[in-house]
């Protein structure tokens, strides 16, 4: 079982409708949780980082935690077509202090005009 | 600007040789790592280092080698021994890590682009 799994997608979505993105992990003390957006030949930039259960929003941007369940989702409100990019989910595995990360292999996310 | 510089942008290696690939950060960060992507999948560990001169192999460190002679730069080896190297390598840093870190990202830098000649 991979330790961070997300559908690879694509998730294809109207201009202006909401992207949801879903992540779960396998480590059930995992802490901390980053959404990183990488767009195609580049390399990945930070979106979002969340450490407690519940929703946390940064624009039109939405982290949803639920630690119990083991999953951790981002929703992107009124898609835009540069919102297309493959979305990464990483978790910070307890089992290292020092912050390595294990990353999802991506959710590829088109939004169509 | 503080930030990531990674170079070379493209880099192409041919059979037999060893190639090196530079990562510098002026952001004071003490952690550093070397990740592997592949097309259509995630990114994966390749080495980290966490203070000067000293690394950790990461979850594919067979055909690389690394060194972390400053705080600023951690340079990248590709050796011979690594059949099948052509990826797309990214080096990212962080604040140290320990309990008090946990929370702290880490951040890319554009990346190198590696091909088999």
């Known amino acids: 079982q991979k330790e961070v799994e997300q559908n690879s997608g694509p998730l294809s979505v109207p201009e202006g409708a909401i992207a949801s993105l879903n992540c779960t992990y396998s480590?059930?003390?995992?802490?901390?949780f980053f959404w990183y957006r990488q767009y195609s030949g580049k390399s990945p930039e930070l979106i979002m980082s969340?450490?407690?259960?519940g929703d946390k929003e940064d624009g039109r941007f939405t982290a949803q935690l639920n630690k119990a369940s083991q999953y951790v989702s981002l929703l992107i409100r009124d898609s835009q077509p540069s919102d297309s990019a493959t979305y990464l989910c990483?978790?910070?595995?307890?089992?290292?202090?020092?912050?390595?990360?294990?990353f999802g292999a991506g959710t590829q996310v088109v939004v169509t005009p | 600007d503080g930030g990531i510089t990674q170079s070379p942008k493209y880099l192409f290696r041919k059979e037999g040789q060893n190639v090196t690939l530079s990562c510098e950060q002026n952001?004071?960060?003490?952690?550093m790592y070397w990740y592997r992507q592949d097309p259509g999948q995630g990114l994966r560990l390749i080495y980290y280092?966490?203070?000067?001169?000293?690394?950790q192999k990461g979850d594919i460190a067979e055909g690389y080698s690394v060194s972390r002679e400053k705080k600023e730069s951690f340079p990248l080896t590709v050796t011979s021994a690594q059949k099948n190297p052509t990826a797309f390598y990214l080096c990212?840093?962080?604040?140290?890590?320990?309990?008090?870190?946990?929370?702290?990202?880490?951040?890319f830098g554009d990346g190198t682009r590696l091909s088999i000649l």
């Open positions: 990212a840093s962080s604040m140290a890590g320990g309990p008090g870190y946990s929370n702290q990202p880490q951040h």
């Open positions: 480590d059930r003390v995992s802490q901390s």
């Open positions: 969340i450490y407690s259960n």
């Open positions: 990483a978790v910070r595995v307890t089992t290292d202090s020092w912050g390595k990360l294990q």
């Open positions: 952001l004071n960060h003490d952690a």
């Open positions: 280092s966490q203070i000067v001169n000293d690394f």
